[in-house]
């Protein structure tokens, strides 16, 4: 038994079909370069400046982490350059980009994983109480928070005299 199927029954019996499907093919590709871009790999330059947008209080190195949190954990911090942003949000903020901040620095490994645990135990913990509408103080006063702060603080200090030491 023969099962083939003969040639001419796979062949559309209007030859202009395959013409009109490639070009309904070509105009829907236009269209879509139209639409999205040609240049979908490229960057533009105002993608980028939107890309690197931070908050003012984006601090631009780990040890500038370090010193915001100890000066709004001792109390003497202001609001600083944003005063739309409270002091509670900046405290949250500033444990969750602890991490990134680690990541631009020379730190070492060792180094980068306790900032990041710091991050994690206590960025968690204050985003809760943020979202609980508890004040700075209340924040400060929960457990391990002075500890957390020394420890980044040492980390920092010890990473400052390491490249001064490399720059003798």
Do not use: Y
């Not at 023969?2 to 590709?29: D, E, H």
């Not at 903020?93 to 994690?120: G, H, M, N, T």
């Not at 960025?123 to 391990?144: D, V, Y």
């Amino acid at each position: 038994m023969n099962t083939s199927v003969p040639l001419m029954k796979c062949v559309s019996k209007r030859p202009s079909a395959g013409i009109f499907q490639a070009l309904g093919l070509g105009m829907l590709m236009i269209g879509f370069c139209l639409s999205f871009g040609c240049n979908a790999g490229k960057k533009s330059e105002s993608t980028d400046a939107h890309e690197e947008h931070f908050p003012p209080h984006w601090p631009e190195t780990i040890f500038g982490a370090a010193d915001r949190l100890a000066a709004l954990e001792s109390g003497s911090a202001e609001k600083g350059p944003d005063s739309w942003v409270s002091l509670e949000q900046q405290w949250v903020d500033l444990f969750r980009w602890l991490p990134e901040l680690a990541a631009d620095s020379e730190l070492s490994k060792i180094e980068f994983d306790q900032v990041d645990a710091i991050s994690l135990k206590h960025g968690i913990s204050m985003e809760k109480m943020l979202e609980q509408g508890k004040t700075l103080e209340q924040m400060r006063a929960e457990p391990g928070i002075s500890e957390a702060i020394a420890t980044l603080q040492q980390i920092c200090r010890q990473e400052l005299q390491r490249l001064q030491t490399l720059e003798q």
